[in-house]
Every structure is written in C-alpha cells, then in structure tokens.
Nanobody
Framework: QVQLVESGGGLVQAGGSLRLSCAAS????????MGWFRQAPGKEREFVAA????????HTTDSVKGRFTMSRDNAKNAVYLQMNSLKPEDTAVYYCAGSRDGTYSKYDYFYHYWGQGTQVTVSS
C-alpha cells in the first residue's frame, strides 16, 4: 500500500512557474509507477505526465510538452512536477497517482493509489 500527499500548488500569473511535490509513504514506492493527472472545473480528469520506476523514462501529454517535467527521487519517496510557462488553461486540481505494478500509463485506470490533490490556479 502507498499513501500519496501532494503539495506545492497555488496561485501564479501566466508565464510563471510552480513545482508540485508528491510525498509517498510505504515500502513499495521504488517499484511503483507514478503519474500526474489534473481535473479542471466541469471537465474530466486528464493525464499530464508519468514516470517509470527507475525514473529513466517519462512522458507527458502534448499540451504540456516542453513546459512540464516530471521527476522522481526514490531515496526520498517523492515525485515532482516542474511546471514552467504556465497558462490559464493549466488551472486545475493536480493529482499524484501510483501504479503498484510499475505501469506508467496515460490511462488513469492503471493506477491504484491517488492523492487528495493540490489546486493550481493560473491568472491571466
């Protein structure tokens, strides 16, 4: 079992940056594939980024390519999402997710563990 807690959200102007963190508890974090998803008001939850167990491989959705970078530190049981050049359309609640079989998919049904979310608001 892995528990996830996100932090680092807030209000930022367009063009600014934020770094989200996700702290994980549990002995199996180093074998857990990790992802970030987001949900804007009135919209479905969507994939943002995911990273492999080792951290050597990651992928992001097209709308954030070149602006967002996901990383992980297995020694600290944490994953991060560095968000640069933020746009108002990035406004959403951001969720950290974990997959116990190591999958790092863009599909949310592959993930077994979810955090409570952190709000990111980008003003124009």
């Amino acid at each position: 079992q892995v528990q996830l807690v996100e932090s680092g959200g807030g209000l930022v102007q367009a063009g600014g940056s934020l770094r989200l963190s996700c702290a994980a508890s549990g002995r199996t974090f180093s074998t857990t594939g990790m992802g970030w998803f987001r949900q804007a008001p009135g919209k479905e939850r969507e994939f943002v980024a995911a990273i492999s167990v080792s951290g050597d491989n990651s992928h992001t959705t097209d709308s954030v390519k070149g602006r967002f970078t996901m990383s992980r530190d297995n020694a600290k049981n944490a994953v991060y999402l560095q968000m640069n050049s933020l746009k108002p359309e990035d406004t959403a609640v951001y969720y950290c997710a974990g997959s116990r079989d190591g999958t790092y998919s863009k599909y949310d049904y592959f993930y077994h563990y979810w955090g409570q979310g952190t709000q990111v608001t980008v003003s124009s």
